[in-house]
């Protein structure tokens, strides 16, 4: 008894297959070899940089801070003030200026807001343009 090997419908080619799985093997281990042995390439760009003055030192603008405290007294630079008229004259000399003052505003957590948006209504009337809000993070509760 013999095994037959081949297709059973009597063609005589002979099959020729060759086994890749050896091969990818031995290739990814030579890869693998080649990407240890590479020096690790330190990639500097050298540039001219210009030598001369440094630039001019920007100047810090000046900050008032105004308070607005619970019961609606305004502090400006930790001084209270008497009235809103004293306030709007105080915005007035900020407004004036060419250059103007940056102006944060800390309204107490308790205050009501009728008190802040008089505040910053009377800034927008006069014309005080740079005006911030500070201290905003107690009102995440």
């Known amino acids: 008894m013999a095994m037959q090997i081949g297709s059973a419908s009597g063609d005589d080619e002979v099959m020729v297959e060759?086994?890749?799985?050896?091969l990818i093997d031995v290739m990814l281990v030579?890869?693998?070899?080649?990407?240890i042995t590479i020096p690790i390439q330190t990639h500097a760009v050298k540039m001219n940089m210009p030598i001369g003055n440094p630039p001019p030192q920007v100047k810090q603008p000046t900050v008032i801070k105004i308070d607005v405290d619970f019961d609606g007294t305004i502090y400006w630079n930790g001084q209270a003030l008497a009235d809103r008229m004293s306030l709007e004259s105080k915005l007035s000399e900020v407004a004036a200026q060419s250059d103007q003052a940056e102006v944060?505003?800390?309204p107490n957590k308790l205050v009501k807001y009728e008190h802040v948006a008089a505040v910053l209504a009377a800034a927008q009337r006069i014309g005080v343009t740079k005006v911030g809000m500070v201290g905003n993070e107690?009102?995440?509760?």
């Open 18 to 22: 060759i086994n890749t799985t050896p």
């Open 30 to 35: 030579l890869l693998i070899m080649l990407i």
């Open 104 to 106: 944060h505003l800390r």
């Open 138 to 141: 107690q009102f995440n509760n």
